[in-house]
């Protein structure tokens, strides 16, 4: 028995726990399967001045893994952009991997 995995790919996403609840609920709309979380904590160190001012980036992280169906990855990450603003600075990162290039 083979499974043909071409086509499907693997999306991995951080951002912060404050989106999670977003995400998971976006993510099998969009067509991610398998979802799967992770809690993390960011590395970010900040000085006093700049959590006096407000600038503090949110250091409990969440990384969210799924498989997506190859011609649905451009419209994910574009929803990424536009619902999540992952083009912004401190927002998330999502970056995708072809199934058939994992190695397990």
Known sequence: MSNDLSGLVFLTLIAGRKQKDALL????????????????????????????????????????????PGEKTDAVLEMLIKKFNFDKQNTGIAFTIPVEKLSI
């Open 25 to 68: 609920e976006a993510l099998p709309e969009a067509g991610g399967r398998l979802v799967n979380i992770v809690y993390g904590k960011g590395t970010v160190n900040t000085s006093h001045l700049k959590c006096l001012l407000g600038f503090v980036t949110e250091e409990d992280k969440v990384v969210i893994t799924c498989l997506l």
